[in-house]
């Protein structure tokens, strides 16, 4: 997991919606930092950790709701949509990661297992052994893998495309300038709204 940036000049007598406005600020600059990868497809840890940059800035705008009011409820929604599919993506990198290790397993098996066959069989057998191993068994199980594998690419490719589809439209509608005013504009002070009962 990518390090948080740290937020300097956090004032602890200074007021919640100062404060708020400085980490909102950060979280939302480290966020968007990530921005030139969106469109790498193969930037699987890039992806990931803007993944993470958004946890941070959700978690930061639900944090001080009470500071950002509704338009910091919009930005929430947001957030959480673009750390859905981000959070699906990262899913399936997982899955494909486990798959090919799977697969390294069983060639890496399989492959001893040739040798072994080859060393004990007469020379004028070898082109067939061969043969038949690359023509892999009903029951082999590199099979399903290889299955299995390609349905998990091209469900990470098609979120992947809403991901992109979400990120230009969240851009288009100015998201990056509503929290840009969210975090410079004077708000509100709610602190005398809180009640505590």
Do not use: C
Request: net charge negative; no cysteine; proline share 4%.
């Amino acid at each position: 997991m990518t390090k948080a940036w740290q937020v300097s000049g956090v004032d602890p007598s200074g007021t919640l919606v100062d404060n708020a406005r400085r980490i909102l600020a950060v979280r939302m600059a480290e966020f968007y930092s990530y921005a030139p990868i969106v469109l790498d497809e193969t930037a699987v840890t890039e992806l990931h950790n803007l993944r993470i940059a958004a946890k941070r800035l959700r978690y930061t705008l639900e944090l001080f709701r009470t500071a950002f009011g509704e338009p910091g409820e919009k930005q929430i929604e947001r957030v959480r949509d673009v750390q859905e599919l981000l959070g699906q993506i990262h899913d399936h990198d997982v899955r494909i990661e486990l798959i090919q290790d799977e697969l390294k397993v069983l060639a890496s098996e399989q492959t001893v297992e040739l040798g072994r066959t080859l060393a004990s069989s007469p020379t004028t057998a070898h082109n067939s052994i061969t043969a038949a191993a690359l023509r892999p068994q009903p029951d082999d199980p590199r099979r399903g893998l290889l299955g299995l594998l390609g349905r998990q690419y091209t469900t990470r490719h098609n979120t992947y495309i809403s991901f992109v589809e979400l990120w230009t439209k969240l851009a288009e509608e100015g998201m990056r300038t509503d929290l840009v005013r969210l975090s410079a504009r004077e708000l509100p002070d709610r602190s005398t709204e809180i009640s505590v009962t």
